[in-house]
């Protein structure tokens, strides 16, 4: 049988941070994506996850523009909104890459919603900034209608805060697994999710809120008991003090070591320390590896000659 793996595609195989957010540069980045991740299909059953923090922020920056027409609907929604858009077009371009390579899987991107605790003590500190910018009297105003939690952010104006809470369970968890183990390419927990609660009688809505994506990457991981969890991200290898010039490359990992380097913020929240955090939950839930490694690397990573190896002790 074949190995089963999670790939965490990073924001950069979407939409680069200095490139326009428009559906061309989307189409073009994912086309060159795909073709890596398709030359892994013939050893792998794989499920992809994905960011969607650009997106979700410029879609709401769009509603915000329209909001005397068309009033902007709540997070969850544009979670979802999204979390569809760009399964659509990662489907789009692993199908036609597949075609190119004479190929044939079938695909799927699957909304998948993923579930948080109400009583997350993110809910009561939220800190993941999302949206368009606010002078402070539009904040001010905001903050009274709308209950928002309005934060400064580095002299460029006020933007809204919401909490990222901790994922706990993935709703669609069975018809994900039953695609893989059938051979279905599935693109899942897109943005981490649209995040829900749910209630006692079983019934579920959705919460403003969003989900680290690599968080809920590894929750899928370790629910779908794959082989092979790999985070992709803009570097080819995790480093210690990074950007200085003592800094130094870490091939392979020990959870251990991991954990100490993030009580020394070697690995910053803003960047890689979701995604050692995400790579730690995998290693001790299943005794596996966790690859951190760049796209262009990814082949060369599953063969064991790029990346860093989160590994047990």
């Known amino acids: 049988m074949k190995k089963s793996a999670v790939i965490a595609v990073g924001g950069n195989a979407i939409q680069g941070p200095k490139e326009p957010p428009t559906a061309e540069v989307m189409r073009k980045n994912l086309n060159m994506t795909a073709k890596y991740l398709v030359d892994m299909l013939d050893d792998l059953n794989i499920v992809i996850t994905h960011g969607n923090g650009p997106q979700v922020g410029n879609l709401m920056v769009q ?69 368009p910018f606010y002078d402070a009297k539009e904040a001010e105003r905001l903050a009274k209608e709308k209950g928002w939690k309005m934060k400064e952010d580095a002299g460029r104006g006020y933007r809204r805060v919401v909490p990222s809470p901790e994922p706990l369970d993935i709703i669609e968890k069975d018809l ?27 019934s579920i809505h959705g919460v403003e809120a969003v989900i680290d994506k690599d968080r809920a990457s590894s929750l899928l991981a370790r629910i779908l008991d794959v082989d092979i ?12 003090n990074y950007g200085k010039a003592d800094q130094k ?12 380097y993030l009580a020394q913020n070697q690995f910053p929240s803003g960047s890689m320390g979701p995604k050692i955090e995400a790579a730690i939950s995998f290693v001790e839930a299943t005794g596996r590896q966790c690859i951190i490694t760049s796209l262009e690397k990814s082949s060369e990573a599953m063969k064991g000659k790029a990346g860093t190896f989160v590994i047990p002790d």
């Open 63 to 131: 509603q915000d523009k329209a909001k005397e027409l068309i009033p902007p609907l709540p997070l969850d929604l544009n979670d979802a909104y999204t979390q569809g858009m760009l399964g659509y077009l990662i489907v789009e371009s692993m199908e036609n890459q597949l075609i190119a390579s004479k190929k044939h899987k079938q695909c799927a991107a699957i909304v998948t919603q993923v579930v948080v605790d109400p009583e997350d003590r993110a809910f009561q500190n939220p800190t993941k900034p999302v949206g």
């Open 176 to 202: 994900i697994k039953d695609l893989m183990e059938n051979g279905v390419l599935t693109v899942a927990v897109g943005g981490g999710g649209v995040p829900v609660l749910k209630e006692k009688d079983g």
């Open 229 to 240: 969890f790999m985070i992709l991200t803009g570097v080819d290898e995790v480093y210690l």
């Open 249 to 260: 490359v870490l091939k392979e990992l020990k959870v251990s070591d991991a954990k100490k």
